[in-house]
Nanobody, 122 residues
Framework: EVQLVESGGGLVQPGGSLRLSCAAS????????MSWVRQAPGKGLEWVSA????????SYADSVKGRFTISRDNAKNTLYLQMNSLKPEDTAVYYC???????????????WGQGTQVTVSS
């Protein structure tokens, strides 16, 4: 039932920008906090950013703070990640993830998207 579908990844040069989208369905999107999590080649999952259900509160990993912006459009059931000033270290598969019922922080995610590949290379 629950479905999270990421899109917007691709190959960009260092310093470039990408906007990732996560289309959500099968649940009341506006009732749940969401996160972006990434996995670089050969590495574990790294939390990137989170946003509360209403979109008024956001948080970021130090590694992306000032460069990435998480947002959501609850009317469109869509989560976004605007990525600017991209670095090679940002190369990873990016996943959107849904907070489970009653989850705040640390997050307990109950659903994940399939991921979208972001490659930053010159």
């Amino acid at each position: 039932e629950v479905q999270l579908v990421e899109s917007g990844g691709g190959l960009v040069q260092p310093g470039g920008s990408l906007r990732l989208s996560c289309a959500a369905s099968g649940f009341t999107f506006s009732s749940y906090a969401m996160s972006w999590v990434r996995q670089a080649p050969g590495k574990g999952l790294e939390w990137v950013s989170a946003i509360n259900s209403g979109g008024g509160s956001t948080s970021y990993a130090d590694s992306v703070k000032g460069r990435f912006t998480i947002s959501r459009d609850n009317a469109k059931n869509t989560l976004y990640l605007q990525m600017n000033s991209l670095k090679p270290e940002d190369t990873a598969v990016y996943y959107c993830a849904k907070f489970g019922d009653g989850s705040s922080w640390p997050a307990k995610y109950d659903y994940w998207g399939q991921g979208t590949q972001v490659t930053v290379s010159s």
